[in-house]
């Protein structure tokens, strides 16, 4: 059954991605309305956490946020599945990386870093970071397993298509330590802004307005190695259109406090929310941890 899943999972994601994207958009449009105004996806999730992270806003500024971020969403998932057919050439005219003299300083310098990033944006666009590291230096990049193997497979392939490896989660220091005994370089990439798992509630910080726990697995990896931590900062330019800037955080890991580069990450996090706010991933259910559960 899970095989005649994933058939059909790849019949219809090649389907869509065989569709130009500026037709694809006008597919998002339509998306926007099932996905918004008739199914209404996670719409109390959505409200309750914009209501939460802003309460100066009016009534009419949160739901401008909340229309902009379903249009967002539905953009976000056909831009995913284009990229199982989506050319190089394309993919690096639509997303232009900024700052990558620095970051191949430091990983050259020191042997590996760290890239940590919101979901924000078009995010799953950055697997193409090894496009301009040099041959043998590997792009590793941190993910949850899907639960179906044959659509873990499925999503694996695309976000490997432009040279990133895939590095399951509870993998991740293993895969690090196997890939610096080998003598290679690395970049470990890690989406961190998620809600830890009940047993990961070990930081926390008050986050737009808010008591949140935030994933630390950054950076203990970067204390464990003493790789730089850079801050990949994604701004959507337009419709189809981003940009990556990496932002260095701390060169020397050892020598920052407890807590601190987590912090410096939600602080930078929270900067991208408020710059642009409808490009978050406000469907998340980011706050279902409170301080008391705390272990």
């Known amino acids: 059954m899970s095989k005649v899943v994933y058939i059909f999972a790849y019949i219809g994601i090649w389907l869509l991605a065989i569709i130009p994207l ?5 597919i998002s449009d339509c998306l926007y309305l099932l996905v918004y105004k008739i199914v209404g996806y996670r719409k109390s999730v959505v409200r309750e956490n914009l209501k939460n992270s802003f309460p100066e806003k ?36 639509r997303l232009k990386f900024h700052n990558t003299d620095l970051y191949l300083e430091m990983l050259e310098k020191h042997g590996g870093i760290i890239i940590m990033m919101p979901h924000y944006a078009n995010f799953e666009w950055t697997v193409s970071v090894g496009s301009f590291m040099k041959e043998g230096d590997i792009p590793m990049q941190v993910y949850k397993p899907i639960s179906n193997k044959y659509i873990d497979e499925l999503f694996k392939h695309i976000r490997s298509r432009f040279g990133g490896y895939n590095v399951p989660k509870h993998d991740a220091i293993r895969e690090v330590i196997k890939a610096r005994r080998a003598g290679k370089k690395l970049v470990l990439g890690l ?38 931590v850079f801050y990949c900062e994604i701004k959507k330019e337009k ?57």
């Open 58 to 93: 009016t009534k009419e500024e949160l739901e401008t946020i909340e229309h902009k971020f379903y249009h967002y969403i539905c953009d976000y998932m056909l831009e995913s599945m284009k990229m199982l057919l989506l050319s190089k050439k394309e993919l690096f005219r």
């Open 191 to 228: 989406i961190a802004d998620q809600s830890p798992n009940p047993s990961g509630l070990h930081f926390w910080t008050t986050f737009l307005n808010q008591q949140t726990s935030f994933m630390d697995g950054g950076e203990r990896i970067a204390k464990m190695m003493d790789f730089p």
């Open 239 to 295: 419709r189809g259109y981003c940009e990556a800037t990496f932002e260095l955080m701390v060169e020397f890991p050892k020598e920052t406090a407890h807590g601190e580069i987590t912090e410096m990450f939600a602080r930078r996090v929270e900067q991208t929310i408020l710059r642009e706010p409808a490009y978050w991933f406000w469907s998340h259910k980011r706050w279902k941890h409170k301080p008391q559960n705390k272990e």
């Open 22 to 26: 500026e037709i694809l958009y006008k």
